[in-house]
């Protein structure tokens, strides 16, 4: 996989799936930007890289999708800096975690997490997309598929399920990208967008309270005898980094069900191509975001 001379800035870098993303992006040339919420934790996810790539070219950034102000920050960080990907992978499930929980800026924790901060993010680096021809790589879900977005209750406050709320987060950022491939096509921003999902991944983090829960054995278990390691869960991304396909398409591994195995190209889920869900959906977002 050739990336050499590119910039790619991949969210969800400090562990599991995300750091499997940015190493195959460092083997393959790419100079690699990491923004997480816990330094520690990156350092960690850089000590990992570098014991495979001694030479990888990855740089920590600042970044907690959970508060919009480290968002506008790191795009004034990353001011004048060339962004050629940009992979939307960082990724919370609040199931097993008791009820409904709000990020420090207010909104529902897997919605602005997995959705709207990705969401502010495009937002704030989207002149520098288009202005280098970018790549959009966003990381979806199988649970995306089987999901509606209730437009009267976006944010789980009438009625929350942690599980629907992760899922309806996949979905949101699905179909946001899929408003951005339409709106690039239609105003020639230049900006192509491909999604992916891992399958399914045990042995990532994801999840902690549910791991928290299961002895460590059946997490081992787990992660050896059902679903992709995170290693093969990246190749999804990495596929869709690298496709020269014209339209969005959702890369999946091959498998049974779509859990497990190679990485092939499909059509998106037909939850994701509802124009006028997307299209909604990119005001709704204007207006939460000011
Ligand atoms: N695992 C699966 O079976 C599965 C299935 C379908 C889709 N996915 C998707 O794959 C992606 C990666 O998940 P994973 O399985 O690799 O899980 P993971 O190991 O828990 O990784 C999640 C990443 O997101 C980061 N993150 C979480 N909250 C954040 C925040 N507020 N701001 C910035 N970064 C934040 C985490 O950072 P910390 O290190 O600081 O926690 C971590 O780097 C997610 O989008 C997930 O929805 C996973």
Known sequence: MEFAGRTA?????????GLEIALGLAAGGARVLLPVRDR?????ALVRIRERLPQAGVELLDLDLARLETVHGLATALANRPIDLLVLNAGVVTVGSPGRQLTPDGFELNFQTNYLGHAAL????LPRLRQHGSRLV??????????QLDWDDLQGERSF???RAYAASKLALGLFGMEVAR????SGWGVSVQLCHPGVTPG??????IRAMLPGELVHWASQHLGNSPAEAARTALAAATTDADDVRLFAPAGHLGLTGRPVARAPFPSLCDPDAA????????TLLG
Do not use: E, K, M, N
């Open 279 to 286: 299209a909604h959906l990119w005001q709704v977002t204007a």
């Open 161 to 163: 399920h942690a599980f």
């Open 40 to 44: 520690a934790r990156g350092d960690g």
């Open 138 to 147: 966003v990381q979806c879900s199988l649970a995306a598929a089987h999901v």
């Open 204 to 209: 990532s983090s994801i999840a902690p309270a």
């Open 9 to 17: 800035l991949v969210t969800g870098g400090s562990s599991g799936i």
């Open 183 to 186: 709106r690039s096509s239609a």
């Open 122 to 125: 495009v937002r704030d680096l």
